[in-house]
């Protein structure tokens, strides 16, 4: 040290300043070493160098700091000033607020993920928690990481930067997703129940052209109708009281409803297309107009579902009347409460005869209505949440999970922006120098041995 350096008028030069209390009061909490084996009373007590200070922090404070990081962690310990550290604390809030958004936004996501593997029981909830919470945790590691550029770190840097860029992206994605599904989880179900109507109002249309509009299927019809025509006109001019009329009426009547000897075992359609030369013409008709009757009442009964969506709104219940079946592969849950069932039964039952069971028949229609499985749910919600972002005439219905969608886009993009710049500022890159870190101990102890 120079020889005109006096340590005293330092000192008191630092308690005069004051923008610089920040460092008295770092002062007064740094941690000394009381050197009982120096006689020299000014030696005894001696600062520790940085490099060297054991942090003390509680749990909950390492806790907290993991989560909501302080803006000295996006720096080194060779140096340090109150402008830099505010400027380090504007980032880190930056980081932080993007992160914990991302968390809350994207915890539904990975909830009813979760909820898709049987076996958990209550662990879902736990489970993705801790999950989201680990995400967000190496989000903002990679992030405190990012800002070290020293020499032989730079590529380290430019790695985290870019990890904290690909983590951030993809929670954003579906950020807007995991809010839709936390704030409109009936409609996304309502939704859903729709397009499953409308597909199977679509089917049976195409059911019906193919049932009714199908040549072979008609040509045959017409064909059998005429053999049989043919067949009961010559029963009609035989004089019965003759036996062997009476023989030949009987061999006709043999000849127009034939069957094959395991006819039992074979459903209508089987019949139809396996055996249609081993039949009776009259037998055949029946049959062609039996599946063309059992066709027209699927059919009725899905489009009746249609048309009381449509009606009421109230997708849900629409299905759980025309369809349980399909109700029951997507949904759990009782959805006519509210619902008066009675009115339209009287209304649709004039032109289809519904089969309405009211009440909860089994343990799948109890409690409130939800999801049979995770991924449905999730795959619809992301579905719905794409297609009316990108069509102007419903993306207001998105309303409050839009608007989450945009703020997570904000605040990833300004926080790659704020962690990269950060890493750039020279304060920044100094602070990680070992350099410096080495010269301000000599400095320090040179002071101490004054």
């Known amino acids: 040290m120079s020889e005109d350096f006096n340590k005293k008028e330092l000192l008191n030069w630092i308690e005069t300043q004051p923008e610089l209390d920040y ?59 109150k402008e830099h550290d505010k400027y380090l604390d504007q980032t880190a809030k930056v980081m932080s607020l993007s992160t914990i958004w991302d968390f809350v936004c994207t915890y539904p996501i990975f909830l009813y993920a979760l909820k898709g593997f049987k076996g958990l029981a209550f662990a879902p909830l736990p489970m ?20 070290n550029r020293t020499k032989g770190r730079s590529g380290r840097a430019n790695l985290s930067l870019i990890v904290f860029l690909i983590l951030s992206a993809a929670k954003t994605a579906v950020s807007g997703v995991g809010l839709d599904m936390m704030l409109s989880e009936n409609r996304i179900m309502q939704e859903k129940a729709g397009q499953i109507l409308n597909e199977k109002g679509l089917q049976t249309n195409l059911v019906k052209d193919q049932v009714f509009g199908d040549n072979s299927l008609t040509a045959q019809l017409k064909g059998a109708t005429d053999q049989c025509d043919t067949l009961t006109s010559q029963q009609d001019n035989l004089n019965l009281n003759r036996k062997s009329n009476r023989d030949i009426f009987n061999n006709l009547d043999t000849k127009k409803y034939l069957k094959p000897a395991n006819f039992q075992n074979l459903d209508s359609v089987d019949l139809l297309n396996n055996y249609s030369n081993q039949i009776g013409p009259c037998y055949k008709k029946d049959l062609i107009e039996s599946i063309q009757a059992k066709e027209r009442r699927s059919v009725n009964q899905d489009l009746v579902g249609l048309n009381i969506s449509k009606a009421t709104t109230d997708n849900l219940a629409a299905l759980y009347l025309t369809s349980k079946g399909d109700y029951y592969n997507s949904f759990y849950g009782y959805p006519l409460d509210g619902f008066n069932v009675q009115e339209f039964k009287t209304k649709f039952d004039e032109n289809f005869n519904l089969n309405i069971v009211e009440g909860c028949d089994n343990k799948k229609c109890e409690g409130p209505v939800r999801w049979v499985n995770g991924s449905d749910a999730i795959a619809a919600s992301f579905t719905q949440f794409f297609k009316k972002l990108f069509d102007p005439s419903q993306i207001s219905s998105l309303s409050l999970s839009l608007f989450g969608f945009i703020i997570s886009i904000v605040l990833s993009g300004a926080a790659g922006c704020y962690l990269y710049l950060a890493s750039q500022n020279k304060e920044t890159r100094a602070s990680y120098s070992n350099k410096l870190a080495s010269k301000s101990n000599q400095i320090i102890t040179e002071i101490s041995e004054d």
Do not use: C, H, M
């Open 23 to 81: 460092i008295r009061k770092q002062a007064n909490a740094t941690k000394v070493d009381y050197r009982l084996d120096e006689n020299e009373t000014n030696r005894r007590i001696r600062p520790n160098p940085r490099t060297e200070l054991p942090e003390n922090k509680n749990l909950f404070i390492r806790v907290k700091d993991a989560f909501w990081v302080p803006g000295n962690k996006l720096r080194g310990t060779s140096y340090a000033s």
């Open 128 to 147: 993705a928690t801790v999950l989201s919470l680990f995400i967000l945790w190496v989000s903002n590691v990679v992030g405190e990481n990012s800002t």
